[in-house]
């Protein structure tokens, strides 16, 4: 297969986007793995959900980069 040398600018937001889908949901499991062993570091988990809610934060703005524009 012949594949393009180069990545256009969509594809990479693209990959970079699944990239940090599965990052959010490794989050996510980790929060839930800390939260069952109920010994949970309070502090550990704190910082887990920030980071997943700053992931979430560039996940929604990278969304709306890709989603056209349409004019009503």
């Keep these: ?6 990545l256009n600018s969509e594809e ?9 889908r599965r990052e959010h949901r490794d989050l996510d499991d980790a929060i839930a793995a800390l939260q ?3 010994t949970a570091d309070q502090l550990a988990l704190r910082r887990l959900k ?5 992931l979430k934060d560039v ?9 056209p524009d349409i004019i009503a």
């Design 50 to 54: 920030k980071q997943k809610l700053r």
């Design 1 to 6: 297969m012949n594949a393009p040398s180069e």
């Design 59 to 67: 996940i929604a703005r990278i969304e709306d980069d890709l989603t």
């Design 12 to 20: 990479v937001m693209r990959i970079r986007l699944e990239v940090l």
């Design 36 to 38: 069952e062993r109920g």
